[in-house]
């Protein structure tokens, strides 16, 4: 996922959680800081497999409420999308579980009336909890790339999906060193 068109704070969020996975025992003492990235922490959100199929919102930052415009808490992520959207979105989450990588949804987001602005979502796998608890869930970002001030302060409800990147599950090659002698 090395798509240069992805947003700085998806690159931020990226970049934080492969850092993490790598040595998570280092990052809390080097790694970035909350207080250096406030407007990504408002548009982040924490989702949770349920045992019916659905993905359910545990927790949503103020930005993602607002724009949205209804509390998320409790609800399913999967609601934000329709028709073979949703079984889209449902495969594209069974995917980043399966391969335990984070992934980055591109689309739209609507108003009732019709107004559009374009989104990028990124989801990642969550380690496990401490309690050795396997819960399936995940840390999302919900970012607008434009459009926003054609909403008119309207709520996005409803979301057209545009691009899916799954994760990069390839293994990273050995890294080659030439050599050369002039004997």
């Given at each position: 996922?090395?798509?240069?068109?992805?947003?700085?704070?998806?690159?931020?969020?990226?970049?934080?959680w492969r850092r993490?996975?790598?040595?998570?025992?280092?990052?809390?003492?080097?790694?970035?800081?909350?207080?250096?990235?406030?407007?990504?922490?408002?548009?982040?959100?924490?989702?949770?497999?349920?045992?019916?199929?659905?993905?359910?919102?545990?927790?949503?930052?103020?930005?993602?409420?607002?724009?949205?415009?209804?509390?998320?808490?409790?609800?399913?992520?999967?609601?934000?999308?329709?028709?073979?959207?949703?079984?889209?979105?449902?495969?594209?989450?069974?995917?980043?579980?399966?391969?335990?990588?984070?992934?980055?949804?591109?689309?739209?987001?609507?108003?009732?009336?019709?107004?559009?602005?374009?989104?990028?979502?990124?989801?990642?796998?969550?380690?496990?909890?401490?309690?050795?608890?396997?819960?399936?869930?995940?840390?999302?970002?919900?970012?607008?790339?434009?459009?926003?001030?054609?909403?008119?302060?309207?709520?996005?409800?409803?979301?057209?999906?545009?691009?899916?990147?799954?994760?990069?599950?390839?293994?990273?090659?050995?890294?080659?060193?030439?050599?050369?002698?002039?004997?």
């Open positions: 996922m090395e798509d240069r068109s992805i947003h700085p704070n998806t690159r931020i969020l990226l970049d934080a993490m996975n790598a040595a998570p025992e280092e990052f809390s003492l080097h790694g970035p800081r909350a207080n250096e990235h406030p407007d990504l922490l408002t548009n982040l959100f924490v989702i949770q497999a349920t045992g019916d199929g659905a993905w359910e919102f545990r927790s949503a930052g103020d930005g993602l409420r607002a724009l949205l415009g209804r509390e998320l808490a409790h609800h399913d992520f999967l609601t934000l999308w329709t028709g073979p959207d949703r079984a889209m979105m449902t495969g594209f989450l069974e995917a980043v579980h399966m391969d335990g990588g984070p992934g980055v949804i591109r689309g739209r987001g609507e108003t009732l009336t019709g107004q559009r602005a374009e989104v990028e979502i990124t989801v990642m796998p969550l380690a496990e909890s401490q309690s050795g608890s396997r819960e399936n869930r995940f840390l999302g970002l919900y970012q607008t790339l434009g459009g926003v001030p054609t909403l008119r302060g309207r709520p996005i409800w409803r979301h057209r999906i545009s691009m899916l990147v799954p994760p990069d599950t390839r293994p990273e090659s050995p890294a080659l060193k030439v050599v050369s002698s002039n004997d």
